[in-house]
C-alpha cells in the first residue's frame, strides 16, 4: 500500500479516493472541506459532520493556499 504524508495532516493513497489528498487517516478529501467552507459551513460543523478536526479542516486551508502559492499562471497583456 503507497501512502505517502504529502503536507502535515494530508495524505494521498492510492487506494483511497482514487488517490487525492484527504485528511491523513480518513476518507474526507480536502476538496470536499473546501467546497463546505466555499458554501459557508464553519470549520466546527465541517468537523463534526465528518468526524475530523477544526485543526484538520484548518489544515485543508493552509494546504489549499500552498498549492495556489505555486501556481506559476500569469496574467499578460
Not at 482514487?18 to 470549520?43: C, E, I, M, N, Y
Amino acid at each position: 500500500m503507497f501512502v505517502k504524508e504529502i503536507a502535515p495532516r494530508i495524505a494521498v493513497d492510492e487506494k483511497v479516493r482514487f488517490g487525492k489528498p484527504v485528511v491523513k487517516g480518513s476518507r474526507v478529501a480536502v476538496t470536499t472541506v473546501l467546497g463546505h467552507l466555499a458554501a459557508g459551513d464553519t470549520p466546527e460543523a465541517i468537523a463534526e459532520d465528518y468526524g475530523i478536526t477544526k485543526e484538520d479542516v484548518l489544515t485543508c486551508v493552509a494546504y489549499a493556499q500552498h498549492i495556489v502559492e505555486q501556481d506559476q499562471i500569469r496574467a499578460v497583456p
